[in-house]
């Protein structure tokens, strides 16, 4: 079993709707959690970053974990045909080492 | 401020031969992350570098892989004798010193093809 757990996709959805983008984990020792976005033949950038559960909302972004589950979600509102990219989870424990999901591939619909 | 810069872009080399990649980090950035992702997966960690200094190899193949993040240059990381398994994305992330674990900047990769 991996350790993060990530549907690869693809998820297509019209322009305009509420995306939620999902991942599991098993190693309740993970602290810290990350939603990279990586466009086609790019590098993954960082969209969001939270350490605590709960909700953490930046524009139209919304992280969210939940701890007591092991589940961390990321919500899309409104979304725009340039979100259409590859969405990884990444979690990590008090060092440095980033331990990735396997990317969830989102298209939105004009 | 340059973000983190990688060259070459592409690279396609033969079997037997060496690829040599390298990763500019942005300014003041002194930790250097060597990730490979190959088609339809995530990343896999490789290599995690401070200057002079090599932190974490866990990630990296036993054999004819190597890691280095010289005082001056750029992080160099190494292939010899490739072979077409080697096949993939190769990027680099980069963070600044007493940072929150996971806050990475990544370059836009090398693409290396072996023939």
């Known amino acids: 079993q991996k350790e993060v757990e990530q549907d690869p996709g693809p998820l297509s959805v019209p322009e305009g709707a509420i995306v939620s983008l999902n991942c599991t984990y098993s190693n309740s020792a993970f602290q810290y959690f990350m939603w990279y976005r990586q466009y086609s033949r790019k590098g993954p950038e960082l969209l969001m970053y939270?350490?605590s559960s709960g909700n953490k909302e930046d524009g139209r972004f919304t992280a969210q974990v939940d701890k007591s589950s092991k589940y961390i979600s990321l919500f899309i509102r409104d979304s725009q045909p340039s979100d259409s990219a590859t969405y990884l989870c990444?979690?990590?424990?008090?060092?440095?080492?980033?331990?990735w999901g396997a990317g969830t591939k989102l298209i939105i619909k004009p | 401020n340059a973000g983190v810069m990688q060259n070459p872009r592409h690279l396609v080399r033969r079997r037997g031969q060496e690829a040599r990649l390298r990763c500019s980090p942005m300014k003041g950035h002194s930790h250097v992350y060597w990730y490979r992702q190959l088609p339809e997966e995530g990343l896999k960690f490789m290599v995690y570098l401070q200057k002079e200094n090599i932190i974490d190899e866990s990630g990296m193949p036993k054999e004819r892989f190597s890691a280095e993040f010289p005082k001056e240059g750029p992080s160099i990381l190494r292939i010899q004798q490739v072979v077409r398994g080697d096949s993939a994305a190769y990027f680099c992330?980069?963070?600044?010193?007493?940072?929150?674990?996971?806050?990475?900047?990544f370059g836009p990769g090398t693409r290396l093809t072996v023939l």
């Open positions: 990444a979690m990590t424990d008090s060092n440095y080492q980033l331990i």
């Open positions: 939270t350490y």
């Open positions: 992330a980069s963070s600044p010193p007493a940072t929150s674990p996971g806050t990475q900047y």
